[in-house]
Structure formats: structure tokens, C-alpha cells
């Protein structure tokens, strides 16, 4: 898990503005992954992204969008259209996705000024 | 529809004494069960898994057990140690194109010295 960076650790969001969250490994694994978790609550899968250029919505999708053009990146954008941003994201990779193995990043805290 | 059931939501027991946590799957096909143990605002840790082969696993401390018939596994942690205490959460590969986890909503361990 030390070979995945997520950046900013924390990243304060205006209303109506757009925001991207970094994710960067080096491990050379195909599968990405992004969660949003709440307090109290599990990890929610909002993308993946299971080879360089492609990418799939998960179960909370709306208000996000991301990209693949690299298989070491896969960043997240929150946009303005997430009405309920606040939340601690974390960016994960598996070798691939028949790898069951997920690592994660440290995260980051995303808060709504 | 997909869900992964873990209880009991909080555990508080002494330094010393076993800690159990239990969890249930929907997806009669999930044939891989991690769990991962998270500090206070920090990344999940892989710290045991088990897949659908297996009833049994053990790594010092720490156990899992499957009953795949029932559909539920279970954490199993021996002779506590105030460092153990963590939110723990447990989580079921679902078995379609995504072979995404679904985790369950999280059991925070408090180990009393």
C-alpha cells in the first residue's frame, strides 16, 4: 500500500466549484479504484477502472467523473453537481481486477466551504 | 440486490478477551472475503482474507471463518490488545463483470486496557 499517493490530504471545495483529487501508483497494477466513505458508514465504490483507458461507474457514481490515460493515475473530479461532497475519499489498486487484493491510498478529507 | 450485513456496529471488550464480528453476504456466488482494519483517519489495512475454498483461516491472532451455506464469515481476534482497537470493516467480492467488494458498515473495536 506504500506504492499509492493520493494528494491532497485534505481539499476545502467553494460551492459550485469543481474539484480534482490525485491518485498515483507505481505498483504496476491495472485495476483503480475509488471510494467515498462517510462517517459511520463503509467504503461506497463511485469508479474503476480495470485497464488504461477505460473506466466504469460504481454504485455512487453521480457528481463524479474521472479519467485513465495513464496506468499509473487515475484521478477524481468532484463536480458541481455532487450536492453532498463532504466525505473522506480513497483511491485503490488491485494487480488486476481478477486479483481480489485491493491496496489503498491514505486518502483524502474533502470539505465544503 | 447487493449488501454485505456486519454487526455488531460497535465492540467494547477488556485487554485480554476475544473479540468476534460477523458478517453476511447476499451474493450466494462471492468467492472472496477480505478484511481490512483502519486507524482513525487513516487508510484501510488488509489485515486477513479468506476465499470460498476454505471454511477456515488463521495468522497469529487472528482468525476468519466461512460458512458459505449460510452466507456469513466471521472475524475472530484472540487475546486483545489495546493497538487492536480500530474500525473494522468486512467485505464480499461480487461476481460480475466488475469483481467489485462490497463492504459492510464498519465495527469499531474498543480494547480496554
Known amino acids: 500500500d506504500g506504492g499509492i499517493t493520493q494528494s491532497p490530504k485534505y481539499l476545502f471545495r467553494k460551492e459550485g466549484q469543481n474539484v480534482t483529487l490525485s491518485c498515483e501508483q507505481n505498483l504496476n497494477h491495472d485495476a483503480m479504484y475509488w471510494y467515498r466513505q462517510d462517517p459511520g458508514q463503509g467504503l461506497r465504490l463511485i469508479y474503476y477502472?480495470?485497464?488504461?483507458?477505460?473506466?466504469q461507474k460504481g454504485d455512487i457514481a453521480e457528481g463524479y467523473s474521472v479519467s485513465r490515460e495513464k496506468k499509473e493515475s487515475f484521478p477524481l473530479t468532484v463536480t458541481s453537481a455532487q450536492k453532498n461532497p463532504t466525505a473522506f475519499y480513497l483511491c485503490a489498486s488491485s494487480i488486476d481486477s481478477f486479483q481480489e487484493t485491493q491496496y489503498f491510498g491514505p486518502g483524502t478529507r474533502l470539505l465544503v466551504l | 440486490g447487493e449488501n454485505v450485513e456486519q454487526h455488531p456496529s460497535t465492540l467494547s471488550v477488556q485487554e485480554g478477551d476475544s473479540a468476534v464480528i460477523k458478517c453476511t453476504y447476499s451474493?450466494?456466488?462471492?468467492?472472496?472475503f477480505p478484511w481490512y482494519k483502519q486507524e482513525l483517519g487513516k487508510r484501510p489495512q488488509l489485515i486477513i482474507d479468506?476465499?470460498?475454498?476454505?471454511g477456515e483461516k488463521k495468522d497469529q491472532r487472528i482468525a476468519v471463518t466461512l460458512n458459505k451455506t449460510a452466507k456469513h464469515f466471521s472475524l475472530h481476534i484472540t487475546e486483545t490488545q489495546p493497538e487492536d482497537s480500530a474500525v473494522y470493516f468486512c467485505?464480499?467480492?461480487?461476481?460480475?463483470?466488475?469483481?467489485?467488494?462490497?463492504f459492510g458498515s464498519g465495527t469499531r473495536l474498543l480494547v480496554r486496557p
Open positions: 451474493d450466494s456466488a462471492s468467492n472472496y
Open positions: 467485505a464480499a467480492r461480487w461476481v460480475d463483470s466488475s469483481y467489485k467488494l462490497i
Open positions: 477502472s480495470q485497464i488504461v483507458n477505460d473506466f
Open positions: 479468506i476465499r470460498s475454498n476454505v
